[in-house]
């Protein structure tokens, strides 16, 4: 097994966040593999997450976000358990990036739970009718619908988006870690995002 130094300790530390004790165990126990013992801590953030996932989160912040000179504006709220952890940067950080999240990639769900089922009828509908028009088989239409759905929830559910500052987790797996750091069930509740002129008809042109 490869020996566990200080600086491997460090760098996991800066990849992941995690506390000092809890790198030298994931390094211990994955022999100093650096990218297994960043799953290790992920998988462990998980576990404690789901663990804290029924806790009741009434705390927390209201955030406001304006954005291109005050062309798109979010209100968000995010709930936590305590006003201890309400008040920490980390808590005000993560409630800012989720606000700037929406103003960038205009949700219009938290998850796909939210999703009406007219919503999703009528997308079913859609996606269909294109399969058909593509000229797809009978048979495989229903299999390709299911996997543009499944696309459709990750645009407009915001647990399911790509992270806007990293791409390669998602909003979901990003609240995950902020729970599993901060060690308190937290709830993105709800948002309102309004962008200027939104809705309204244009002016026709002469």
Do not use: S, W
């Not at 495989?140 to 499944?150: C, D, S």
């Not at 696309?151 to 790509?162: A, G, I």
């Not at 709800?190 to 008809?201: D, K, N, Q, T, V």
């Amino acid at each position: 097994m490869a020996e566990i130094t200080a600086a491997m300790v460090k760098e996991l530390r800066e990849r992941t966040g995690a506390g000092m004790m809890d790198c030298k165990k994931a390094l211990m126990a994955t022999g100093g593999d650096m990218e297994k013992a960043i799953d290790y801590l992920r998988e462990k953030g998980l576990a404690q997450a789901a663990k804290k996932a029924g806790r009741l989160a009434t705390e927390g912040v209201v955030d406001a976000y304006i954005h291109g000179g005050g062309r798109i504006g979010v209100l968000v709220e995010v709930n936590c358990e305590t006003d201890f952890v309400a008040k920490t940067d980390e808590f005000r950080l993560f409630v800012r990036d989720i606000a700037m999240q929406i103003a960038a990639a205009r949700p219009e769900y938290i998850k796909r739970e939210d999703v009406p089922e007219h919503v999703i009828a009528r997308e079913k509908e859609i996606l269909a009718a294109q399969a058909a028009n593509e000229g797809k088989p009978e048979k495989v239409i229903e299999k390709i619908v299911q996997g543009r759905l499944e696309k459709f929830f990750k645009e407009v559910c915001l647990l399911e988006q790509p992270f806007i500052k990293n791409p390669d987790i998602t909003v979901q797996q990003l609240l995950t870690e902020k729970i599993a750091r901060l060690g308190e069930n937290i709830v993105i509740r709800r948002f309102a995002r309004f962008e200027l002129g939104e809705g309204l008809a244009k002016p026709q042109g002469d």
